[in-house]
């Protein structure tokens, strides 16, 4: 039998540390995106809007979770929070109600889009009560703006690389056995996408594309941003926290029709506001798996403004995209 001999204490000066690779590259995407990352075992996940990030100890994620893919989680949390939240604990979410739902669910938008452009969606996936809803996901907003950017790519790209490495060796029941090649770009320049056609698609305006901003051909598969047909009964965005204020001329109809929705601001007139959403606007209430389906209470008298803003417009693609309904 070998014998091992050991260095006597004090002899072999300890200079560096081994960190997992893939540990190491999003440790370093979120200390240039401004955060510090600190491992704690008094929450999964919290940010105390200081500028640190704390990250539960290994030992509390699940087996087929990592350091990687929980901070990865928690900078598309910020990118969709914007950066004021990086001064509000836990990115300005109090974790409890249909808010935190919807908020969580543009989070995910965000992370199965940017994770499948690398073909990664199934080693970064979310293993919280959510993991039923990233699922069923297919669309998503996008990260091309500081401080995300390019440190988000970055790290997303180095992820990829190391994933293409540890495929070749994994064994079947290894995360990185189901690591995919990443999709190979769409005809219009963006990230390809696997549904419907861009003749099916809803921003689909003539023959161009509203998101891409180019010509198109029906016959084209749907790009990553493809969206079928658009429901405003399921949306609501244009009326609840995309836009902050519904202007109304002195002479419009409605102010004469719905005086109890009208607020004098002194030199203009708005729809009065509840909350983050228009003081009109009734649905969107989770009961139990569903939300209740959007509706305008006084549709039949709303004001000119709202009569202009009209299905799969650039307007209605800009309300989407405020909530993390679209791309």
């Not at 996940?45 to 990865?72: C, K, N, P, V, Y």
């Not at 109600?97 to 970064?124: I, K, M, N, S």
């Not at 189901?178 to 003749?199: K, Q, S, W, Y």
Request: with cysteine; proline share 6%; hydrophobic share 40%.
């Amino acid at each position: 039998m070998r014998k091992f001999s050991c260095y006597p204490a004090g002899v072999r000066t300890i200079t560096h540390r081994y960190v997992d690779p893939l540990a190491q590259v999003w440790l370093g995407a979120a200390r240039k995106i401004g955060l510090r990352v600190e491992r704690t075992a008094d929450a999964y996940a919290a940010t105390d809007g200081r500028g640190t990030l704390a990250i539960a100890s290994d030992d509390a994620l699940d087996a087929d979770d990592s350091l990687a893919q929980m901070i990865f989680h928690e900078l598309c949390h910020s990118l969709v929070e914007g950066e004021d939240s990086f001064r509000a604990p836990d990115w300005g979410m109090d974790n409890t109600g249909p808010d935190h739902d919807w908020r969580e669910h543009a989070c995910l938008r965000t992370q199965y889009v940017l994770a499948g452009r690398h073909g990664l969606r199934h080693v970064f996936a979310p293993t919280t009560e959510f993991r039923a809803f990233w699922d069923r996901l297919d669309d998503g907003v996008l990260a091309d703006q500081p401080p995300w950017a390019p440190a988000l790519g970055d790290a997303l790209a180095a992820t990829a690389r190391i994933a293409a490495e540890a495929h070749v060796l994994a064994s079947p029941t290894s995360l990185w056995a189901e690591v995919v090649p990443a999709p190979v770009a769409h005809p219009t320049g963006l990230p390809a996408g696997d549904r419907g056609t861009c003749g099916t698609c809803a921003w689909r305006h003539g023959a161009r594309c509203r998101q891409a901003g180019a010509k198109i051909v029906d016959a084209w598969p749907g790009c990553e941003r493809f969206e079928p047909a658009l429901d405003c009964q399921t949306c609501g965005a244009c009326c609840r926290a995309a836009y902050h204020s519904v202007e109304v001329s002195r002479r419009d109809p409605v102010v004469k029709a719905q005086p109890a929705m009208i607020v004098d601001r002194g030199t203009y007139l708005e729809i009065r506001r509840d909350g983050d959403r228009c003081a009109a606007l009734a649905g969107g209430v989770v009961e139990g798996e569903r939300a209740t389906r959007f509706h305008c209470t006084i549709y039949g008298d709303r004001p000119r403004t709202c009569r202009d803003f009209t299905l799969g417009s650039a307007h209605c693609l800009t309300a989407r995209r405020r909530v993390g309904l679209s791309l």
